[in-house]
């Protein structure tokens, strides 16, 4: 799925390829091609990275940005697609690629190079992949089968069989103290009044706060004590070229670390039936759980100077611990594969080293995964409208006027109270900080085909930090919603050791040295209601963050919300924004979708970079791009504008910057959203002429304090019971999980009579088909005037609509975002049913079927037609929208298209 390709500028290049008589002429022939693959053979899955950019012509080497196109073709054609967005997976494009190889075979991998400007004559390129059955590689004794429950059914014939023995002695470690403990931590503060009004060098700004954390799991400890079991049963078996498994159906929790040391080769995964889920993971995956006993106690820890591991096929979560990770990757650690992950709850997925490391983690893999609810810590999931972990403002240090500086005693007042306010944050054992959800300092990444959202609390951080990154891909993923004031996606260099004189402890932190340079992000979906959604360059004072020679092509950033400010933001140089697709829906008065300038303290420039063949779609007014410091030789061409407000190509915010634009266009054709106005409706006319159908109403979910409210009205529905908001597909999702949780919206269908049409469209996660209660439903009267939706056990569909049962085949899976929209046309007397933007069902309505909808009866959320005193709505409602019109599968298809995960 491409976004954002410029639809007049495609046109004009298809008609000169069609009519022109002039044949294309090649320069020369190209000099030399490097093809390199991380490897050449291996055990299935085998996961291989790819790097063709170092291109020769005329003794020059090409830009493999800006000269050269890549199509790459893995030799691994199975129709195999990428769950996240549909793409083929034996296909992609770019300077550099990633696959992983998941069955035996011999596989020819080929590219074709060819050049954008005609310079050079079409080439192809290949290397074969060998791929071994793990089966034979880690025959007999080389696999160990681990089973709590002593089911070693599907075990490899001939494989070591270990059942695990829970309940050690819980209560000796108990009495020890374990399971609790409390640390003296330090908080770098800093100190601008230092800087500005005494003009302190920026480094000797910063001073430090002591506390003490505390962190407490006896409780969980005492609960769990007899399925706890020691990672050290495990520790006999790791080795070199082993392969341990995990039954699948099974939980398995741990009070300490599975330490992978000398673990070279290994294989960490699962055996037993899969019940393979609509993600192309296993729904009865082993679960591996961390109840830590000590603190910093990670679940999976992979050993300095490990290399060549895959973790595949598990799901990992965490009871109770402190500071914990999912998987750690400690020292020098290489050729790593992970594999069909589920991780939740930890305060990260997956973290690598930077401090103290002499080289960086290289060829490090995530496929097929999902990271999810992570950034907790201890901590409560994040409220937007509970401000007790609310990090303080730092306090101005002049009077106002941002130049005169306060008396050093006024300073002092505010300093000790600015101090005693962070303290209180620090100690509440609520406000713990989480951590990144993967934060992954390593070159020759491949991150393809994975989810990660939802870092749960206010103190987490970013989705997904990348330090160190070269010649890295980052492809066909979603990553959405960080924790406030954090990116989706974080990309910078790690510093200057030089500068910062620690590079005999730290070498990693050359920025000459070890650039972030040269990575390949395409076709993904970042989603993020924060200041910016995607940060490419430094984020701190440091110096040598900035970063270079970037590919961010074909993706979606979709911001949202009114704390949104940037799009995207490039602290870098020498690098290209093309053929994406920006999105804000919140009304905004002053959106920008690229911000270019050098980073703060940066000794390299932001300069030679262009912003080409994009689209962003705004509800308001925007600059489409803003230059700043240093930006000098900026291009912003054949991009394409569809706002409602003022729309400023280029916003020039420091004198004398020099760029070229061109061929930038004001345009709303195919638009692919309706804005989301924030407590108001557009009207039936967008911009430009374009049309939308606004809805009658339309709850969201996304206002803390009235969590039924209607944006369309500016009114409130009635909510009853204990509805949380959570993390939604936009957004906040309303939670109901209990007999009470309702809303009431008062009655919408007063007017359909009149009409003859309506449309219900919404979001819907199911919990638990068990519960037994509808999704929604308005009483009927007089066996007319209803309509609801029940779902069964095995998540089956049912409508019913005037007295009428309406079964459209659809089975939902439980614990997925599924997408429903129900039209109804009385001329017609016909009723159709759409699941993910796509007709799946039509019901023609009997001729002898009367319709009366003027019957004076309120919508109900989370109980439906049918109060009951058992049967219940177990599941999260997101964006659930009446309209007094019967929508064109066109419309439901751009709506599902606009807000869609997926």
């Known amino acids: 799925m491409k976004f954002g390709i410029n639809p007049f500028v495609a046109l004009t290049l298809l008609s000169w390829f069609l009519f022109s008589n002039t044949p294309v002429a090649y320069a020369a022939h190209i000099e030399s091609v490097a093809l390199i693959s991380s490897r050449v053979s291996g055990p299935a899955p085998l996961a291989v990275h790819f790097d063709a950019s170092e291109v020769i012509l005329n003794g020059r080497p090409l830009d493999a940005i800006r000269e050269v196109n890549y199509s790459w073709d893995f030799g691994d054609e199975k129709g195999q697609r990428w769950r996240t967005n549909q793409q083929a997976k034996n296909s992609d494009s770019g300077f550099v690629a990633g696959h992983l190889f998941e069955t035996p075979g011999h596989y020819q991998v080929s590219v074709e190079i060819t050049s954008k400007n005609g310079a050079f004559e079409p080439l192809v390129k290949s290397v074969v992949i060998e791929v071994g059955d793990a089966d034979e590689i880690y025959a007999g004794e080389n696999t160990v089968c681990f089973s709590m429950a002593g089911d070693f059914t599907a075990c490899p014939e001939n494989a070591q069989q270990v059942r695990l023995i829970p309940g050690s002695d819980i209560a000796g470690l108990l009495s020890e103290g374990k399971f609790r403990g409390s640390m003296q931590k330090q908080q770098r503060l800093w100190n601008p009044y230092k ?76 055996f037993g039936a899969c019940s393979v889920n609509s993600q192309g993971r296993c729904d009865n995956a082993p679960v591996l759980q961390m109840l830590a006993a000590e603190r910093y106690s990670d679940l999976l820890i992979l050993a300095d100077g490990s290399t060549d591991i895959a973790v595949s096929d598990l799901a990992m979560t965490q009871v109770c611990a402190d500071a914990s990770r999912a998987i750690n990757l400690y020292g020098s650690v290489n050729r790593v594969t992970f594999n069909k992950l589920e991780i939740e709850k930890f305060d990260t997925a997956v973290i690598g080293r930077t401090y103290g490391q002499r080289v960086p983690h290289d060829v490090i893999g995530i496929f097929n995964s999902k990271f999810e609810k992570l950034g907790a810590g201890n901590a409560e999931v994040y409220d937007p409208e509970d401000l007790t972990c609310e990090s303080p403002a730092v306090p101005d240090w002049h009077n106002g006027d941002k130049k005169t500086a306060l008396d050093e005693s006024d300073w002092a007042l505010r300093w000790q109270d600015y101090q005693a306010r962070v303290l209180a944050s620090l100690a509440n054992p609520r406000c713990k900080s989480g951590g990144n959800i993967a934060y992954l300092p390593a070159h020759r990444h491949m991150i393809l085909g994975s989810e ?91 110096v040598g963050e900035q970063v270079s020679h970037i590919l961010f092509a074909g993706n979606r950033v979709e911001a949202g919300g009114s704390q949104n400010q940037f799009a995207l933001v490039l602290s870098g140089h020498d690098s290209i924004v093309e053929n994406n697709l920006l999105v804000q829906k919140y009304p905004t008065t002053s959106w920008v979708g690229v911000s270019v300038a050098k980073g703060r303290n940066e000794p390299e420039h932001a300069g030679n970079n262009r912003v080409n063949n994009n689209r962003a779609e705004v509800n308001g007014s925007l600059a489409l791009v803003r230059l700043g410091e240093d930006s000098d030789g900026a291009v912003v061409s054949n991009n394409q504008v569809c706002a409602p407000g003022q729309v400023n190509f280029v916003d020039v915010i420091v004198p004398d910057v020099a760029y070229q634009a061109e061929n930038n266009l004001a345009d709303c054709s195919g638009l692919s959203f309706e804005p989301d106005n924030g407590g108001g409706s557009s009207g039936a006319d967008g911009v430009d002429g374009h049309h939308f159908t606004a809805p009658l109403f339309h709850l969201n979910f996304d206002n803390g304090a009235n969590p039924a409210m209607d944006v369309m009205a500016k009114v409130s529905a009635e ?58 439903g308005r009483p009927r009267l007089n066996r007319q005037g209803d309509v609801s939706l029940t779902l069964g056990e095995e998540g089956e569909v049912l409508f019913y609509l005037n007295a009428k049962h309406i079964n459209p085949g659809i089975r939902l899976p439980q614990q997925e975002w599924s997408h429903l929209a129900l039209t109804f046309d009385r001329a017609q007397r016909l009723a159709k049913v759409y699941l993910n933007g796509e007709e799946r069902y039509q019901y023609h309505f009997p001729d002898s079927t009367e319709f009366f909808f003027n019957t004076s009866q309120e919508f109900r959320l989370g109980v439906g037609q049918w109060r009951s005193a058992s049967s219940y709505f177990s599941g999260l409602l997101d964006e659930f929208k009446f309209y007094q019109q019967s929508l064109s599968a066109d419309e439901i298809g751009q709506e599902f298209q606009a807000e869609s995960p997926f």
């Open 195 to 270: 800087e500005y009004a005494l003009e302190y060098e920026h480094n000797s700004t910063f001073e430090y706060l002591d506390y003490q954390q505390q962190w407490d799991c006896r409780l969980e400890a005492e609960a769990h004590k007899e399925l706890l079991i020691s990672a050290q049963q495990i520790a006999p078996f790791i080795n070199s070229n082993k392969r341990l498994l995990f039954h699948r159906g099974e939980s398995f929790t741990f009070y300490d670390s599975l330490y992978l040391s000398n673990f070279n080769g290994g294989r960490l995964g699962a």
């Open 719 to 776: 909510a009853k019971g204990n509805i949380d908001l959570v993390a939604g597909v936009v957004g906040r999702a309303a939670a109901f999980d209990e007999l009470s949780d309702e809303i009431l919206i008062p009655d919408p269908m007063a007017n359909i009579d009149n009409t003859g049409q309506f449309s219900l469209m919404f979001w819907l996660k199911a919990s638990d088909f068990g519960s037994g209660g509808e999704a929604f």
């Open 452 to 542: 990660m959202q939802d870092a749960a609390t206010r103190r987490a951080e970013h989705v997904l930090r990348m330090p160190l990154a070269f010649k890295s891909v980052i492809a066909h993923n979603i990553f959405a919603q960080p924790s406030p004031n954090k990116h989706a996606l974080k990309l910078h260099n790690q510093g200057d050791c030089l500068v910062l004189n620690d590079c005999d402890v730290n070498p990693v932190q050359s920025a000459e040295n070890y650039p972030t340079a040269w990575v390949l992000i395409r076709e993904n979906l970042f989603k993020a209601d924060t200041d910016i959604v995607v940060n490419l360059g430094p984020g701190t004072s440091k």
